[in-house]
């Protein structure tokens, strides 16, 4: 990309779209182009056909997605399949057709078995059963793959996918029934402290490990591909560590300040047992993650009080 090429970022308000966003205006990309979700609906074919045919983006960062915790994926799974293929096929499909430069899909560690070797590599896609509550969400995403995959086949198209761990940061969804477990952790524990709760309810056993991504190192991650990486094959993006929900919990309500109790709602999901990536693949290119998860949640929960917990 030249600072001046004109870069498409579908998603541009949510988590991952709006950090890359920051990440690109850092850099000192200034062609930025954004469209809010009234001027453009990314699941009609039509709207999005028009777009790209008077707009003719040179590079597209495919961050739009129907997205949502292991609750929101299993309560909603005709939406998060219906939803996601629409949205990714007429981006994909568009920005072959305008003669796009180069696109970056983003997929999900969830793409992987449900019960793959750890750490997860690349080569482990498609070798495995999935994991249910989240299978729509993963065949979408899964499909979305397969289709850079087969228009980087069929057309030479420039389309790379990016397989990023378990997000969190700044921009966050932080509504109990349809975010993920950092983001309704900070919520529940802060909840409790100004309400000063004798417990919290966390869902499942706490025993599944997890690893969590600083959605600012997702973006730096998402650019330098953009700039260094032409394959169709998949790469991963995580920290390479991980840890237990359990763990999550006690270092969560450390940041938050909370003295009180947790208690296990062993009746909800807990869903894949382990998901962390390997990330020796881009790590040989010459990235690596660079904020510590405790920074990390410091840093997101002091946006949540400044910007949702008033
Ligand atoms: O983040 P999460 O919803 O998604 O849940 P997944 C991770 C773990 O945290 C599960 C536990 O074992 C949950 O049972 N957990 C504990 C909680 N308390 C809570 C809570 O209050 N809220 C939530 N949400 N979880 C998602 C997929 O799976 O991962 C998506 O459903 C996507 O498709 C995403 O791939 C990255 O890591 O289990």
């Known amino acids: 990309m030249n600072k001046n090429s004109k870069i498409y970022i579908a998603g541009h308000n949510g988590l991952v779209g709006s950090a890359i966003v920051r990440a690109l205006k850092e850099a000192g990309y200034s062609n930025l182009l954004t469209k809010p979700r009234s001027d453009l609906d990314l699941t009609s074919y039509v709207e999005v056909e028009k777009f790209f045919t008077s707009e003719k983006p040179e590079y597209i960062f495919l961050a739009a997605a129907k997205v949502g915790g292991i609750f929101a994926n299993d309560k909603y799974p005709a ?3 219906k939803d996601n293929i629409l949205i990714q096929t007429n981006i994909i499909d568009n920005a072959y057709k305008s003669k796009a430069k180069k696109l970056l899909f983003l997929g999900s560690s969830c793409i992987y078995p449900k019960l793959a070797l750890q750490p997860i590599r690349e080569e482990y896609f498609m070798t495995g059963a999935l994991e249910p509550t989240n299978e729509p969400y993963a065949i979408a995403k899964i499909a979305g793959i397969i289709m850079c995959q087969s228009y980087s086949k069929q057309y030479g198209m420039d389309a790379i ?11 966050d969804n932080f509504d109990l029934e349809s975010s993920h477990v950092l983001p309704a952790m900070i919520r529940k524990f802060d909840d409790a402290k100004k309400n000063n709760l004798k417990e919290v309810v966390l869902w499942g056993t706490g025993s599944p490990k997890r690893e969590f991504l600083h959605v ?12 260094n990486y032409s394959s169709p094959k998949i790469i991963n993006i995580g920290t390479g560590e991980d840890l237990s929900i359990l763990e999550l919990a006690n270092i969560v309500k450390e940041c938050v300040g909370y003295k009180g109790q947790i208690v296990w709602d062993s009746s909800k999901p807990d869903g894949t047992p382990r998901k962390l990536l390997d990330i020796s693949k881009i790590k040989s290119l010459g990235w690596s993650p660079k904020i510590r998860l405790t920074d990390g949640i410091k840093r997101t929960y002091k946006w949540y009080k400044e910007n ?3």
């Open 308 to 310: 949702v917990s008033l």
């Open 161 to 171: 996918s990016v397989m990023p761990t378990n997000l969190y940061g700044e921009n």
């Open 79 to 81: 939406d998060f399949i």
């Open 216 to 227: 600012d190192d997702l973006a730096s991650a998402c650019v330098f591909l953009m700039n």
